[in-house]
Nanobody
Framework: VQLQACGGGSVQVGGSLRLSCKAS????????GGWYRQAPDLQRELVAS???????NYKDSVKGRFTISRDITKSTVYLEMSFLKPEDTGVYYC????????WGQGTLVTVSS
């Protein structure tokens, strides 16, 4: 399975972005999906996840600002990000977990003040 992430970019504080992660085959109905973020000089961290039942979980600092969703028919997981802050800057990676983990390539998000 290959994951293709896109949607990153440069925005100002308070702006919004929508990230997409499309899988090469239908997997998000049977796999947990997640978005991770890696800021410069920091470890990769889980930002948001969605399980096979559609239940979501968020890192505390993004609750109320980020929304993870999926479209199983399009084999895609999304991350809607709003009210962006400089600390949201980083490379965002998507991941699908179904027995093993599959990673997409990163997409860079830069939030400037």
């Amino acid at each position: 399975v290959q994951l293709q992430a896109c949607g990153g970019g440069s925005v100002q504080v308070g702006g919004s972005l929508r990230l997409s992660c499309k899988a090469s085959r239908s997997i998000f109905g049977i796999a947990n999906g997640g978005w991770y973020r890696q800021a410069p000089d920091l470890q990769r961290e889980l930002v948001a996840s969605i399980d096979t039942r559609g239940r979501t979980n968020y890192k505390d600092s993004v609750k109320g600002r980020f929304t993870i969703s999926r479209d199983i028919t399009k084999s895609t997981v999304y991350l809607e990000m709003s009210f962006l802050k400089p600390e949201d800057t980083g490379v965002y990676y998507c991941k699908a977990e179904a027995g093993r983990g599959y990673w997409g390539q990163g997409t860079l998000v830069t939030v400037s003040s």
